[in-house]
C-alpha cells in the first residue's frame, strides 16, 4: 500500500481525508476489476482517491454499500463501476452568482445525502410527500455515486464566469461518421449517476427535480448498464462484454494507480488550468448508436479483425487471454494486428501515444426500437481525461475512417468539467470556483 497524500491539500485544506491513507482498491486490476471489488461484498475498499467503499450498518450487503461522497476528487471516476449507470444533462436556469451557489449548496446537501442513504422524513398526510417514495421509506446507498459536470455554455452564457472556464472546455463538435441529433447533445450541467440498480439512479434523479426544479431543466438523459462479473476462483477477472459481443474494459488503464490517475484523469497543481479546477476531470460523454442486426451477419472472422481482438476470450491475437498485451513492435506491418483494428488505432502503444490515455466507464443502453423496426441499442461511452484535447478527441480523431464506422454511428453526449471534489461538511460542488470570484 502507497502513501500518495497530495501535500498542498493536506496542508492547506484541513479535510479529514487528507491525513487518511490513500490506499490502492483492494485486489483492483482494472476498472472492471474494480466493479468486482465493489459487488462482491469487498466490506470495505478505499478507491485512489481516498473514497472508502464501506458497508453501511443496516441493509442487505450489497444495498447498503456507500460510495462516500467527500474527497479530493468526486466518487464516480476511479471507484469502482457497478451494473447500472444515467447521464442526465441539465439547462441550468440560476443565472446570478448567488443563484448559482444557492444551486451547488442545494445539489451537494441532496447528493450528501442520496449517497449516504437514511430514512424518508415522515410527513403530515395532508401534504404530498417529502419524496416519490419509489425506494420505500429507507433509502439505501446502493454504492450510489452522483458526479457533477459543467459544459462549455455553462460558463459562456454567464458573463462574471467567463474568465473562470477550464482552458480545453469546449462544445462538442461534428466528427465525421456522427449523426449528432442536437436533442441528445451538450448541456451546461451533466450529472452521471451510478449504482447497484437502475431504481436508485431513477430515485436520486427524481430526487434532485424535486428539490432543484428552480434551477434544473432536464434536456436529455441516457441509462445504461453493464453486467458484474464476479472474479474466478484464482483472483483474476474478466470483462463485461459489451452489445457487440466483445469484452469491453480490457485495456483501460488501472484505476488503481494512483500515480497513473494523477497523469491522466485528473487536473492538477501547476497544469495551465485555472487554480479552482485542480481535482477536477474532463468527461467525455457519447451516445452511439449500434446497428446491431448488421454486425450479427457478419462473419466472426471480420468481427475479429475490426476489433483486433478474439471474441471469445478478449484475448488480443497471437494471445491466449484477456490480459495478454499485443506486440505492435514485432508486427509493424500489421500482419496480426491490423494497423486499422479499432484497439491498435485507439492505443498504438508507443511512447508518444501514452500521453492520449483515457479512463473509460461505459455502460450498453437499450432503448427499445426505432420506428423502421430495428433495435436501438448501442454504448454510453464516457471518458474521463486530464486533457480533453489529448484525451478523448486525439482518440477520437485517429478512429476517425475505422472499419468500425459501418456498425456504428454517434447520435448524441458533450463535454464537460467534472468538478473538484468535496472535503467535508461545509464544503460544497463548485466551492473553490465561487470562492475565487469573491476573492
Ligand atoms: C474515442 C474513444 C473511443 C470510442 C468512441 C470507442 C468506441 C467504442 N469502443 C467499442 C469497443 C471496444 N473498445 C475497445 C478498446 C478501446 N476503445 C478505446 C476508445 C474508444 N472506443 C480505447 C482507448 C480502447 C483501448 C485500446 C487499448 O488500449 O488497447 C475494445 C477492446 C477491449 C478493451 O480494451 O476495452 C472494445 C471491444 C465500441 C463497441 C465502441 C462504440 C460503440
Ligand atoms: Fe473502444
Redesign the pocket.
Known sequence: MTDRRDPDRTAASGCPFASSRRQLLLGLGSAAGGALALSVGAAKAEGTDGHQVTDAPAGDSQQAQVVPFYGPHQAGIVTPRPEAGLIVSFTVVAQTRDEVEDLFRRLTERAVFLTSGGKVPDVDPKLPPVESGILGPDIAADALTVTVGLGSSFFDDRDWLKPLKPKRLKTMVEFPNDALDRDLCHGDLSIQFCANRADVNIHALRDLMKNLSDHLVIRWMQAGDVPVIPPKPDGSSE?AR?F?G???????PDAGDTALMDRIVWVEAGKDEPEWAKGGSYQAV?I?R?FVERWDRTPLQEQETI?G?QKAS?APFGGKVESDLPDYAGDPDGRLTPLDS??RL??PRTADTQANL?L?RPFNYSNGVTKSGQLDQ??L?I?YQADLDQG?IT??NR?NGEPLEEY?KPVGGGYFYVLPGVCCPGDYLGKTMMETLRA
Do not use: K, P
Not at 246 to 252: C, K, L, P, Q, S
Open positions: 470483462s459489451n457487440l466483445f469484452r469491453d474494459g480490457t485495456a483501460n457519447r452511439i449500434n476489433f481482438r478478449g479499432h484497439i485507439a492505443n483515457i473509460r448501442g454504448l461511452f471518458a478523448f482518440v477520437q478512429l456504428i
